[in-house]
């Protein structure tokens, strides 16, 4: 994130030279969309959309390529101290509030950092208005089509960042702990846009620590991180679905689905307790650090279709992300 704090305060100067190369990508409505990438040696930095508004602000959101987020408002007849900070208080309609620091890049362009948030990046896709606040200082913002270009502003993200070791881990080093805001833009970036970001509170009461979790309808989900401790993808996946299916209670049933790389397994079960039945989707995608990724998600009949279409896209972004 320093490194894109470092790269504000020349992107967004009107008339500067530029730190990055640009690229952009569709975004719809009154927004403007650009992935950036270093101009030194060409490395992805983050993408960013933009909207300029009737009060001469241009809101700024930046997506890094850990998927955390940004929102800078930059106008020019502002004369700010470069590097200075105070607190904002930040509302988007009635579902999300948080009071944080901002930080000053340029004398024309404050930056927030939202970071590990998703409840709050899923408020400024959804809601109607964002309000900022500081002292006696009140600017607000009409959110029409935030939905569309946070999405594609994921999408951006996926295409240009994947690759490489388990990036949805977060803390210390050795933590298996997920990062919420990873997950979300993951979620988002493979087009399952109708999950609802569960908050740490509900995840840990569905799932147990160090899940991200999530709602489809009647559906949940949940992603996390587990050491293989030297077991092969099958034998990790066999053991896995023992687990899950000690935990049935009931009848279960369970099979191998074909996955698109070799670093990946998938499988779909199901339990049935007397009438009622729940079904099970499982993605585990191995790293070479002896990290194993997992995808889950339980649903009952009436949501089957919607959770079946999430992970075939979550899948499908895998993928894109560069899951080998």
Not at 218 to 236: H, I, L
Request: hydrophobic share 40%.
């Amino acid at each position: 994130m320093l490194r894109v704090l470092a790269a504000l305060a020349i992107l967004l100067t009107a008339g500067s030279a530029s730190a990055t190369t640009t690229k952009p990508f569709e975004t719809g409505g009154n927004w403007y969309g650009e992935a950036h990438f270093d101009e030194s040696d060409g490395h992805f930095v983050f993408c960013a959309i933009t909207a300029d508004y009737q009060s001469g602000i241009r809101l700024g959101m930046f997506m890094a390529p850990d998927f955390q987020l940004g929102v800078s408002m930059q106008n020019p007849s502002w004369n700010m101290q470069t590097g200075s900070t105070f607190d904002v208080d930040l509302n988007v309609d009635r579902r999300w509030s948080r009071r944080i620091q901002a930080k000053v890049v340029d004398p024309a362009t404050v930056f927030v950092f939202i970071g590990d948030d998703p409840v709050g990046v899923e408020a400024l896709r959804r809601g109607y208005g964002l309000t900022v606040q500081s002292g006696d200082q009140t600017y607000g913002f009409d959110l029409v089509g935030s939905n569309r270009a946070l999405a594609q502003a994921s999408r951006c993200v996926l295409a240009h960042a994947g690759g490489g070791a388990n990036p949805f881990t977060a803390g210390t080093e050795g933590s298996s702990q997920t990062a919420a805001d990873q997950v979300a833009g993951l979620l988002l970036a493979s087009g399952v846009e109708n999950a609802v970001m569960m908050t740490p509170e509900q995840a840990r009461d569905t799932w147990g620590e160090g899940h991200v979790g999530w709602y489809i309808q009647n559906g949940v989900g949940a992603m996390f991180t587990d050491e293989t401790n030297g077991r092969s993808p099958d034998a990790f996946m066999n053991d896995f679905i023992a687990k899950t299916g000690s935990s049935c209670g009931g009848e279960y049933s369970s099979s191998f689905k074909p996955a698109p790389v070799p670093g990946m397994r998938r499988f779909f079960s199901t339990c049935r307790r007397g009438e009622v039945v729940a079904h099970v989707f499982g993605i585990i995608v191995f790293f070479d650090d002896g990290d194993a990724m997992s995808v889950i998600h339980f649903s009952d009949d009436a949501s089957l279709a919607a959770v079946s279409a999430a992970d075939e896209r979550i899948v499908n972004g895998l993928v894109a992300w560069g899951a080998q």
